[in-house]
Protein backbone atom coordinates (compact mmCIF):
# COMPACT_ATOMS: atom_id res chain seq x y z
CA UNK A 1 0.00 0.00 0.00
CA UNK A 2 1.56 3.55 -1.23
CA UNK A 3 1.28 6.15 1.72
CA UNK A 4 0.53 9.63 1.25
CA UNK A 5 3.56 11.60 -0.75
CA UNK A 6 3.68 14.89 -2.27
CA UNK A 7 5.68 16.96 -4.55
CA UNK A 8 7.91 19.10 -4.45
CA UNK A 9 10.37 18.03 -1.26
CA UNK A 10 11.84 21.93 -1.27
CA UNK A 11 10.66 25.01 -2.75
CA UNK A 12 12.13 28.37 -3.65
CA UNK A 13 10.10 31.26 -4.62
CA UNK A 14 10.48 34.76 -5.15
CA UNK A 15 7.62 37.32 -3.64
CA UNK A 16 4.97 37.80 -5.69
CA UNK A 17 5.36 34.74 -7.72
CA UNK A 18 2.61 31.55 -7.64
CA UNK A 19 3.50 28.19 -6.90
CA UNK A 20 1.53 24.56 -7.30
CA UNK A 21 2.29 21.58 -4.58
CA UNK A 22 0.86 18.63 -5.32
CA UNK A 23 0.18 15.37 -3.09
CA UNK A 24 -0.88 12.19 -4.02
CA UNK A 25 -3.68 10.20 -1.78
CA UNK A 26 -3.30 6.79 -0.47
CA UNK A 27 -5.12 4.35 -2.20
CA UNK A 28 -8.97 4.35 -0.99
CA UNK A 29 -8.65 7.52 0.60
CA UNK A 30 -11.03 10.14 -0.77
CA UNK A 31 -10.90 12.68 1.21
CA UNK A 32 -7.73 15.27 1.65
CA UNK A 33 -6.43 18.12 3.78
CA UNK A 34 -3.52 20.69 3.29
CA UNK A 35 -2.13 22.14 6.64
CA UNK A 36 0.29 25.09 6.83
CA UNK A 37 2.92 24.47 9.79
CA UNK A 38 5.42 27.26 10.49
CA UNK A 39 8.89 26.83 12.19
CA UNK A 40 8.28 26.32 15.20
CA UNK A 41 4.43 26.24 15.17
CA UNK A 42 1.64 23.39 15.04
CA UNK A 43 -0.08 22.71 11.68
CA UNK A 44 -2.80 24.72 10.55
CA UNK A 45 -5.78 23.68 8.66
CA UNK A 46 -5.80 25.04 4.99
CA UNK A 47 -8.89 23.54 3.59
CA UNK A 48 -10.46 19.96 3.18
CA UNK A 49 -11.46 18.20 -0.38
CA UNK A 50 -13.70 15.15 -0.72
CA UNK A 51 -15.12 13.70 -3.73
CA UNK A 52 -13.73 16.79 -5.96
CA UNK A 53 -15.40 19.29 -3.60
CA UNK A 54 -14.30 21.56 -0.87
CA UNK A 55 -15.46 20.22 2.62
CA UNK A 56 -14.18 22.68 4.79
CA UNK A 57 -11.76 25.90 4.74
CA UNK A 58 -9.61 27.24 7.25
CA UNK A 59 -8.59 31.08 8.21
CA UNK A 60 -6.76 31.26 5.16
CA UNK A 61 -7.26 33.99 2.22
CA UNK A 62 -8.43 33.35 -1.48
CA UNK A 63 -4.89 33.28 -2.57
CA UNK A 64 -4.95 30.15 -1.15
CA UNK A 65 -6.94 27.49 -3.62
CA UNK A 66 -6.85 23.90 -4.33
CA UNK A 67 -8.07 21.32 -6.56
CA UNK A 68 -8.82 17.55 -6.32
CA UNK A 69 -8.75 15.33 -9.07
CA UNK A 70 -10.61 12.26 -10.22
CA UNK A 71 -8.25 10.06 -8.71
CA UNK A 72 -7.82 11.67 -5.70
CA UNK A 73 -5.30 13.28 -5.84
CA UNK A 74 -4.87 16.86 -4.73
CA UNK A 75 -3.15 20.44 -5.35
CA UNK A 76 -2.29 23.45 -3.82
CA UNK A 77 -2.33 27.01 -5.26
CA UNK A 78 -0.73 29.85 -3.91
CA UNK A 79 -0.93 33.00 -5.50
CA UNK A 80 0.88 36.11 -4.81
CA UNK A 81 3.33 34.75 -2.60
CA UNK A 82 4.35 36.69 0.13
CA UNK A 83 7.11 36.48 2.99
CA UNK A 84 4.42 34.75 5.72
CA UNK A 85 3.58 31.72 3.22
CA UNK A 86 7.72 30.45 3.97
CA UNK A 87 6.03 27.01 5.78
CA UNK A 88 5.98 23.28 5.42
CA UNK A 89 2.98 22.74 3.88
CA UNK A 90 1.30 19.08 4.96
CA UNK A 91 -0.97 16.71 3.17
CA UNK A 92 -2.72 14.25 4.60
CA UNK A 93 -5.71 11.92 3.04
CA UNK A 94 -7.94 9.24 4.81
CA UNK A 95 -11.66 8.09 3.75
CA UNK A 96 -14.13 10.69 5.43
CA UNK A 97 -14.43 11.23 9.01
CA UNK A 98 -11.40 8.78 9.44
CA UNK A 99 -8.12 8.98 10.86
CA UNK A 100 -5.53 11.42 8.70
CA UNK A 101 -2.71 10.13 7.36
CA UNK A 102 0.11 12.86 6.49
CA UNK A 103 3.16 13.03 3.82
CA UNK A 104 6.44 14.18 4.41
CA UNK A 105 5.63 17.52 3.30
CA UNK A 106 7.32 20.14 1.20
CA UNK A 107 9.38 23.25 2.51
CA UNK A 108 8.19 26.21 0.40
CA UNK A 109 10.95 29.31 1.23
CA UNK A 110 9.89 32.80 -0.26
CA UNK A 111 12.54 34.98 -0.77
CA UNK B 1 -11.31 31.06 23.27
CA UNK B 2 -10.22 27.70 22.03
CA UNK B 3 -6.60 26.98 22.38
CA UNK B 4 -4.04 24.40 23.27
CA UNK B 5 -0.62 24.77 25.32
CA UNK B 6 2.17 22.78 25.48
CA UNK B 7 3.78 24.10 27.75
CA UNK B 8 7.02 22.79 27.42
CA UNK B 9 9.09 23.59 24.15
CA UNK B 10 11.92 21.59 24.51
CA UNK B 11 12.41 18.76 26.70
CA UNK B 12 15.43 16.99 27.78
CA UNK B 13 15.29 13.27 29.12
CA UNK B 14 17.89 10.35 29.68
CA UNK B 15 17.45 7.39 27.50
CA UNK B 16 15.51 5.26 29.63
CA UNK B 17 13.91 7.42 31.40
CA UNK B 18 9.75 8.33 32.05
CA UNK B 19 8.57 11.13 29.76
CA UNK B 20 5.41 13.58 30.52
CA UNK B 21 4.73 15.79 28.10
CA UNK B 22 2.05 18.51 29.06
CA UNK B 23 -0.75 19.23 27.11
CA UNK B 24 -3.43 21.63 28.35
CA UNK B 25 -6.87 22.99 25.72
CA UNK B 26 -9.55 25.19 26.39
CA UNK B 27 -12.49 24.13 24.60
CA UNK B 28 -16.33 25.31 24.12
CA UNK B 29 -17.49 21.68 23.38
CA UNK B 30 -16.96 17.90 24.03
CA UNK B 31 -13.17 17.82 22.86
CA UNK B 32 -11.75 15.29 20.74
CA UNK B 33 -7.89 14.94 21.62
CA UNK B 34 -4.93 13.63 19.66
CA UNK B 35 -1.39 13.39 19.95
CA UNK B 36 0.90 12.73 16.91
CA UNK B 37 4.32 13.17 17.12
CA UNK B 38 6.80 14.54 13.70
CA UNK B 39 10.39 13.27 13.25
CA UNK B 40 12.44 15.23 10.78
CA UNK B 41 11.55 14.30 7.38
CA UNK B 42 8.69 12.88 8.42
CA UNK B 43 5.37 13.53 8.29
CA UNK B 44 2.47 13.58 11.54
CA UNK B 45 2.15 10.38 13.23
CA UNK B 46 -1.22 9.75 15.14
CA UNK B 47 0.21 8.08 18.56
CA UNK B 48 -3.28 8.09 20.23
CA UNK B 49 -6.60 9.51 20.63
CA UNK B 50 -9.31 10.49 23.06
CA UNK B 51 -13.25 10.42 22.11
CA UNK B 52 -14.61 9.02 24.99
CA UNK B 53 -14.93 6.01 27.83
CA UNK B 54 -11.65 5.33 29.64
CA UNK B 55 -9.66 8.32 30.83
CA UNK B 56 -6.61 6.22 30.41
CA UNK B 57 -6.04 6.28 26.03
CA UNK B 58 -2.88 4.18 25.06
CA UNK B 59 -1.24 4.33 22.21
CA UNK B 60 1.35 3.12 19.58
CA UNK B 61 5.02 2.72 20.37
CA UNK B 62 4.15 2.47 24.17
CA UNK B 63 2.65 5.53 24.52
CA UNK B 64 -0.21 6.30 27.03
CA UNK B 65 -2.43 9.61 27.39
CA UNK B 66 -4.40 10.33 30.76
CA UNK B 67 -7.91 12.47 29.72
CA UNK B 68 -8.30 14.83 32.83
CA UNK B 69 -11.51 16.91 32.14
CA UNK B 70 -11.29 18.76 35.60
CA UNK B 71 -7.66 19.90 34.97
CA UNK B 72 -8.30 20.45 30.97
CA UNK B 73 -5.36 18.23 30.07
CA UNK B 74 -4.51 15.66 27.93
CA UNK B 75 -0.59 14.55 29.04
CA UNK B 76 1.80 11.77 27.05
CA UNK B 77 3.50 9.72 29.03
CA UNK B 78 5.69 6.99 28.03
CA UNK B 79 7.40 4.64 31.30
CA UNK B 80 10.71 4.43 29.34
CA UNK B 81 12.37 6.57 26.52
CA UNK B 82 14.41 4.94 23.46
CA UNK B 83 16.83 6.86 21.24
CA UNK B 84 14.07 6.87 18.45
CA UNK B 85 11.85 8.75 20.75
CA UNK B 86 13.57 12.01 19.77
CA UNK B 87 11.08 14.29 18.11
CA UNK B 88 8.30 16.65 17.95
CA UNK B 89 5.19 15.78 19.29
CA UNK B 90 1.76 17.71 19.12
CA UNK B 91 -1.61 17.81 21.41
CA UNK B 92 -4.25 18.75 19.15
CA UNK B 93 -8.18 19.24 20.16
CA UNK B 94 -11.03 19.14 17.46
CA UNK B 95 -15.00 18.60 17.72
CA UNK B 96 -15.06 15.36 14.85
CA UNK B 97 -13.92 11.98 15.33
CA UNK B 98 -12.29 13.13 12.03
CA UNK B 99 -8.78 14.62 12.15
CA UNK B 100 -9.39 17.95 10.31
CA UNK B 101 -10.33 21.19 11.60
CA UNK B 102 -8.13 20.42 14.67
CA UNK B 103 -6.85 23.13 16.74
CA UNK B 104 -2.86 22.50 17.33
CA UNK B 105 -0.40 22.88 20.37
CA UNK B 106 2.70 24.92 19.04
CA UNK B 107 4.89 21.58 19.73
CA UNK B 108 7.26 20.19 22.61
CA UNK B 109 10.88 19.15 21.21
CA UNK B 110 11.81 15.69 23.07
CA UNK B 111 15.74 15.57 23.48
CA UNK B 112 17.26 11.94 24.54
CA UNK B 113 20.15 11.63 26.40
CA UNK B 114 22.70 8.74 25.87
Known amino acids: ETGVTQSPTHLIKTRGQQVTLRCSSQSGHNTVSWYQQALGQGPQFIFQYYREEENGRGNFPPRFSGLQFPNYSSELNVNALELDDSALYLC??????????FGPGTRLTVT | AQSVTQPDIHITVSEGASLELRCNYS??????LFWYVQSPGQGLQLLLKYFSGDTLVQGIKGFEAEFKRSQSSFNLRKPSVHWSDAAEYFC????????????WGAGTKLIIKP
Open chain 1, 92 to 101: ASSAQDDEQY
Open chain 2, 27 to 32: YGATPY
Open chain 2, 92 to 103: AVGARRSNYQLI
